[in-house]
């Protein structure tokens, strides 16, 4: 037996130990990625979520270790994963550690280790390699003594890939740092042939792919095209509580997993949502549940995505259409991983255009946005902080940082950052927008969803559908989906019954006015005494926005009795009772004002006035508006939203003494998006005397 035969009996060794599994054996693919590893080559391995990816870098890095090579630098993208690899490893006698924003307190124990070479794997994020403490202390001194360079999720890297981050693009930077000869491992599970060919091309033309087929034999999948939110929802808990097992929903907006969750628990379901505000620990205590079939199902954003895995998952299904077919395969394909048979069931409303629409357009910065960026910095000769950008530019804090990041990653960057304040660098005045790249990118964008669209319409076998479009070069007829075997197909209809409470439960989806309490960091009203925290004297009470703009129901009654009507349907005005009814304030407002408007100054002052009126409640002008302003919808971050109302609003009642204060109010306002007016408004209204201030909106203008 030659070194390389051994090598091979000993990893399968290696392979079964891991398991558990005596009689385990390499699946395609697998040996021939690590021997070729072994002999220090570029390696990209796309093979479906399940076939053990993981296994090849684990099973590479402890051959590697025990021929006396460095530590592999796995770049991973996400915290969840890198738990998952840590403890995989383990089983190996592998000792991996990670350095990420969750253990600041063990880095310099980790950094130590690793100068002392016990460590056999460092796990971080792309966004580690930003940080210059991290660079230098770590990167430089391990860079060229590395075993192994593992690159997880390696679609990221791609701007065509479903999941492109921009981080991903320093690990391309630092591969000439690097040793000539040091082995390479990308690996994916959704990368097309545009998507390789990128990845080919900057890894070098001398990377080895090792492609496997895409197939999902378990899946049951199929396609449902139903409109309305009402009807889907009322499918959506009959189909589920006739489902075995637990799974995963999933949906385009944050809103929508925390709506969609609540009505599955109205109905007797164990739901929870999943989206990328919740915390770190949240996250990891949700998927432990769903792995432990601890809830039924989680609601979940795109934020669960990569690194989850629960081999017994039983149905995915999605509420809403997908950005593109990669994406829906990525993610229907956490089903079904160890189960003989698992649903993948791709449901269709009538609001998933005007969604998708929404992340196209707003995927990369404005030229507009860079340029004003751009001449913010030259202009400033010691830089700006995030902050003060804000304070000088109308752009909302995640676009702002979206284009900072964008600007500091290109070729030569035209920005850099030093210490907290980002600066220009030469080649500023120089920096051209690539509109080319942007509009063929967008352009793939919108191919792909007219893509989903086909997909939705296709009746042919469905899983063959996903493999073409995958550039998958083993396609032939499941046998399984609904169009290969009616037989496997979920029922279609929805109890009526269901129906009207769905549309009963969507009116009613009240949506939190929740209370600010502080003014936006660093600003200061030129027309008004106010900065800092707010007292609780001059603080509006929580209030509620009856719906969300456009909304099916009352959302599209706001937006036509507001754009196209010039006046309030009166369902909004007994929608609004009924919500009152519900609030059970204490104490209870005595009377009702507005938020004047120069543009249209009777629409919401004859709302209010007819929904006192309804209430029995004293009705009256409180507030007056001294001058125009633009639009708070076209103001996009605190500093500029809290500069668009200064001065804009005066109290037309006389100021009360603390002893003789006037009774609570109930403050009427058509839309509310930051709450910046009503905060103002409320905060004037205490100020005059007023005891309690209670907000209630038409409808929430949101995006997420």
């Not at 065509?160 to 991903?168: Q, V």
């Not at 609540?262 to 164990?270: I, M, S």
């Not at 099916?552 to 007994?574: A, C, I, P, R, S």
């Not at 009256?620 to 200064?646: C, P, T």
Request: proline share 3%; net charge neutral; aromatic share 8%.
């Amino acid at each position: 037996m030659d070194s390389l035969d051994f090598t091979k009996q000993q990893s399968t060794d290696y392979l079964r130990q891991v398991l558990k599994k005596p009689n385990a054996h390499f699946r395609d693919g697998q040996w021939e990625s690590i021997e070729a590893l072994l002999y220090r080559q570029r390696v990209l391995v796309v093979q479906h979520t399940g076939w053990g990816k993981s296994m090849v870098y684990m099973l590479a890095t402890k051959l590697l270790r025990e021929q006396g090579a460095g530590l592999t630098l796995l770049i991973s993208p996400l915290l969840a994963l890198i738990r998952n690899q840590i403890e995989a490893s383990e089983r190996l006698n592998i000792i991996a550690r990670s350095i990420n924003s969750t253990n600041m307190e063990d880095w310099e124990t980790i950094e130590k280790e690793i100068q002392d070479n016990q460590v056999d794997m460092l796990i971080i994020s792309p966004e580690r390699l930003a940080n210059d403490d991290f660079r230098s202390k770590v990167l430089d001194a391990v860079s060229h003594k590395l075993g192994l360079f593992v690159i997880d999720e390696a679609h990221c890297i791609s701007d065509w890939g479903h999941d492109f981050r921009p981080d991903y693009q320093r690990i391309v930077r630092i591969l000439d740092t690097f040793a000539q000869d040091l082995p390479i491992l990308a690996t994916t599970a959704t990368a097309n042939d545009r998507v390789v060919n990128d990845i080919k091309k900057q890894l070098g033309s001398d990377l080895l792919i090792q492609r496997g087929t895409l197939v999902r034999k378990s899946l049951k999948l199929q396609n449902i095209i139903i409109p309305t939110q009402a009807i889907r929802l009322a499918w959506l808990a009959t189909t589920i509580q006739g489902l075995q097992g637990s799974g995963i929903v999933y949906v385009l907006t944050r809103r929508d997993s925390e709506l969609v969750t609540k009505w599955l628990q109205k109905n007797g379901l164990l739901a929870s949502a999943y989206h990328a505000d919740l915390a770190a620990t949240e996250k990891t205590e949700l998927e432990q549940k769903l792995i432990a079939n601890e809830i039924k199902v989680l609601v979940a954003t795109v934020a669960l995505g990569m690194g989850f895995d629960k081999p017994d998952l039983a149905f995915v299904i999605h509420y809403q259409r997908p950005a593109s077919v990669v994406h829906y395969y990525q993610q229907v394909g956490r089903a079904g991983r160890a189960v003989d048979e698992a649903y993948g069931v791709l449901v269709h409303g009538e609001e998933d255009e005007r969604i998708s629409e929404y992340f196209i357009r707003n995927a990369f910065p404005t030229s507009q946005m860079i340029e004003s960026i751009l001449n913010a910095l030259s202009e400033s000769r010691e830089g700006l902080s995030t902050t003060e950008l804000q304070k000088a530019l109308n752009v909302r804090y995640g676009k702002l940082e979206q284009a900072l990041r964008h600007l500091s990653l290109e070729m030569p960057a035209p920005i850099e950052k030093n210490d907290k304040k980002w600066q220009a660098t030469e080649t500023a005045e120089f920096y051209q927008v690539d509109k080319a790249k942007i509009e063929q990118i967008s352009a793939t964008r919108y191919a792909e969803q007219q893509q989903m669209r086909d997909y939705m319409a296709y009746t042919g076998c469905l899983m063959a559908f996903l493999q073409k479009a995958l550039d998958d070069t083993d396609i032939q007829p499941c046998g399984k989906c609904a169009n290969c075997k009616p037989s496997n197909a979920l029922s279609t209809k929805a109890n009526p019954i269901l129906i009207e409470h769905a549309q009963a439960f969507l009116n009613r989806s009240h949506q939190l006015i929740k209370q600010r309490k502080q003014w936006p960091v660093g600003f200061t009203f030129n027309h008004h005494d106010f900065k800092g925290k707010i007292k609780p004297e001059l603080q509006a009470s929580e209030g509620f926005a009856l719906c969300t703009w456009q909304d099916e129901g009352y959302g599209k009654l706001v937006y036509e009795g507001k754009t196209l009507e010039n006046h309030f349907n009166d369902k909004l005005v007994e929608a609004c009772i009924k919500m009152y009814q519900e609030w059970h304030l204490d104490p209870a407002p005595k009377w009702v004002t507005y938020v004047p408007s120069k543009r249209n100054p009777d629409l919401v002052a004859d709302f209010a006035k007819r929904l006192a009126e309804r209430l029995n409640l004293r009705f009256g002008q409180a507030l007056a508006k001294v001058k125009d302003n633009q639009s708070q919808q076209e103001m996009h971050n605190s500093f500029q939203q809290a500069r668009n109302i200064d001065g804009v609003f005066e109290v037309t009642i006389p100021k009360r003494a603390e002893d003789n204060p006037y009774s609570p109010c109930l403050l009427i306002d058509d839309i509310v998006d930051s709450g910046w007016t009503i905060t103002l408004t409320s905060a004037l209204l205490r100020q005059a005397g007023v005891s309690a201030v209670y907000p209630l909106a038409l409808a929430n203008y949101t995006q997420s």
